[in-house]
């Protein structure tokens, strides 16, 4: 199983990125999936997280509005639409798949297999 995250970078506020995870070698149509990230210092966070319904999509408060969680199940791909980024989402950011599920996982523990990591700095 591989997971293969790519999209950060550094952006001004108020900017835009949008995350890609690409998932190979698991069963990707029917699985909870989940963005997480961890800033300096703090421990490793959920920021959206979706069962295979894709309808039921969680986000985390400090995001809601501004970021969206999207699959495709053609590509099994996941992607993270960020906007209007603040200093604060400044953090490494991780792809996850987790078991087979129509209901959204919000902890970390709950998840079989991670991205890399990718870093996004939100700065001026």
């Known amino acids: 199983v591989q997971l293969q995250a790519s999209g950060g970078g550094l952006v001004q506020p108020r900017g835009s990125l949008r995350l890609s995870c690409a998932v190979f070698g698991y069963p990707f149509g029917r699985s909870a999936l989940g963005w997480f990230r961890q800033a300096p210092g703090k421990e490793r966070e959920i920021v959206a997280g979706?069962?295979?319904?894709?309808?039921?999509?969680y986000y985390a408060d400090s995001v809601k509005g501004r970021f969206t969680f999207s699959r495709d199940t053609a590509k099994n791909t996941m992607y993270l639409q960020m906007n209007n980024l603040k200093p604060a989402d400044t953090a490494v950011y991780f792809c996850g798949v987790g078991p087979d599920s129509r209901t959204v996982k919000t902890r970390d523990s709950e998840y079989y297999y991670w991205g890399q990591g990718t870093l996004v700095t939100v700065s001026s």
């Open positions: 979706m069962g295979y319904s894709p309808s039921r999509v």
